[in-house]
């Protein structure tokens, strides 16, 4: 990747203080998901933020594949997409959502959807080779993922629970959801919903699962959790009158086949048409506060508890510490609006073909009757990228992609590769086990 002097001045500050970032998202029907990934994938170029992997919430089989086309784009087709695997069944989309026709009018690395992680695995097996307090979840879809790890146990990723894993190794869960006009108010639809706004839409209403599911996150979260009222990007909703950050009508500046605008025009043209794209930016004020911080932009309210009730209110308060807390906007919404949908309008990076480094300190550990191989974690010299996985070959064989740094052994005989893959998909040299 081509980078120039004053790139590397500006950026060496930014870099060296690169957030590593896991995005919770929902591709559909709302286009403000695809301008999360467009804003992650800039500030990933520009040096903010390392993407370790974006994992998908929704029933429909195209919403992960949508994904995965998002990130070939970029040219980062290698980062790790997983998927909610709790369903009883999963859909086809239906022709009005814009991932039914992202991902079939574009290029994706993983070619059906049963090529697609499992979201808790994916998230276990990064945590737990992840630094202590390096990692900030970003949650703009529902809380299905994350309630799937705080409830998962110890298995052969991981002696740890899930809760554990989150405690050691989370800095911050942010999330879009909930209502905190004057510290209370009514969840529109992440979070569940409110019985209150069944009369305002019927997507508004109460789901009893999402609720559920959302309150036991909320009480048991062991990380920073911090959320992005309805209030920040969608303010003028029910007589709120918070005023709105709308983006997204700059996107008609870029190629007319550009995957985001493409999202973006594909949701419109089902509903009012597509001349008018802009759409209110719930989502991507969350990711914002997420990665830059209150900056400018908005006000923390930390040190607090926030309570969910099972009909949908949302309160806030500081009598009680509970490492909990919600923003608020303290700038022009179009200010905000300017600055976000800036992010979501950066160039597509060049394919990143300078190979990351190799594995370090390969070691064969033995406990308990189960063989692993173990190794240090790999650095890429670029700014924009990063390493995402580890290849396992076996005699020569590919035999496992690995995201992070251990291998579980089903027969220790033989000789193992283990390569480096950086986000677009260029290999490191091989580090062999036993060493020769």
């Given at each position: 990747m081509k980078k120039t002097i004053l790139l590397l001045l500006l950026l060496t500050v930014a870099a060296n203080a690169q957030k590593k970032v896991i995005l919770d998202t929902d591709p559909s029907y709302d286009p403000d998901d695809m301008?999360?990934?467009?804003?992650?994938?800039?500030?990933?170029?520009?040096?903010?933020?390392?993407?370790?992997?974006?994992?998908?919430?929704?029933?429909?089989?195209?919403?992960?594949?949508c994904i995965s086309a998002v990130n070939y784009f970029y040219n980062r087709k290698a980062i790790p997409v997983g998927d909610y695997m709790g369903y009883p069944e999963k859909k086809v989309a239906p022709e009005e959502s814009y991932d039914y026709h992202i991902s079939r009018d574009y290029p994706r690395y993983h070619k059906e959807w049963e090529d697609i992680s499992d979201a808790v695995k994916l998230y276990r097996e990064i945590l737990e080779s992840a630094q202590d307090s390096s990692i900030t979840i970003i949650v703009v879809g529902t809380m299905h993922n994350v309630y799937g790890l705080l409830k998962s146990g110890p298995d052969e990723i991981s002696a740890k629970s899930g809760k554990q894993l989150m405690a050691e190794k989370v800095a911050l869960v942010a999330t879009m959801g909930g209502n905190f006009l004057d510290n209370k108010g009514w969840d529109r639809t992440n979070w569940g919903g409110s019985e209150h706004l069944c009369s305002y839409t019927d997507w508004s209403c109460l789901n009893e699962e999402r609720n559920q599911m959302c309150r036991y996150v909320i009480e048991n979260c062991p990380a920073l959790f911090?959320?992005?009222?309805?209030?920040?990007?969608?303010?003028?909703?029910?007589?709120?009158?918070?005023?709105?950050v709308m983006t997204g009508q700059g996107l008609k500046q870029l190629p007319e086949d550009h995957i985001i605008r493409v999202g973006y025009e594909k949701y419109f043209e089902y509903r009012r048409g597509a001349h008018d794209i802009s759409r209110h930016s719930n989502d991507q004020c969350a990711l914002h506060y997420a990665i830059r911080g209150e900056g400018e932009n908005y006000t923390a309210f930390t040190n607090g508890t926030i309570t969910l009730t099972e009909k949908g209110v949302c309160s806030w308060e500081d009598t009680v510490d509970r490492k909990q807390g919600h923003i608020q906007k303290k700038r022009k919404d179009t200010l905000i609006a300017q600055e976000i949908e800036a992010l979501m309008l950066g160039d597509v990076p060049e394919v990143d073909e300078t190979p990351p480094t190799r594995p370090q300190n390969i070691q064969l550990l033995e406990k308990d009757g189960q063989k692993t191989l173990v190794w240090e974690a790999c650095d890429d010299p670029d700014i924009g990228s990063w390493v995402v996985a580890y290849n396992i070959y076996k005699d020569g064989e590919f035999v496992h992609q690995a995201y992070g740094t251990k291998y579980v052994l089903g027969d220790a005989s033989g000789v193992y590769e283990i390569k480096a893959v950086n986000a677009s998909g260029t290999l490191s040299d091989p580090a062999n086990y036993p060493p020769e």
């Open positions: 301008g999360c990934m467009a804003m992650m994938h800039n500030m990933a170029t520009n040096g903010e933020c390392e993407i370790l992997a974006i994992v998908n919430t929704m029933h429909q089989k195209e919403s992960p594949l911090m959320a992005s009222g309805w209030e920040n990007g969608n303010g003028d909703y029910f007589n709120a009158n918070n005023g709105n």
